[in-house]
């Protein structure tokens, strides 16, 4: 059986891997002329909405995990912080539409 806190630091990878699915399918969705914007737009949504969650429980996950010394489930909530900010770098929330190339 996992332990509580191991198990919050592989949510927050869980998260990270989830929002950067919905994005990119989100991105891919959306570069179809004959596919619905309100999917894109949900995927969007549900991406962003994961990815912000993700760092909420990043965030708590790493400090709680700190204060307990436990440094090797720590660093895989830092882990998944860093995919987190990867994915917010990699999709912007704003300026990556057609106009800003």
Known sequence: MLRTRFRAALAVLVLAVLAATALAVAEAVGAFPTTGERL????????????????????????RLLRAGRRTDAAL???????????AV????????????
């Open 40 to 63: 894109s737009a949900l995927l969007w949504l549900a991406g962003w909405v994961l990815l912000a969650w993700g760092a909420v429980l990043g965030v708590a996950t790493l400090v």
């Open 77 to 87: 909530a830092a882990l998944g912080l860093a995919c987190l900010l990867l994915v």
């Open 90 to 101: 990699l999709h912007p929330l704003a300026g990556s539409g057609g106009a800003a190339a």
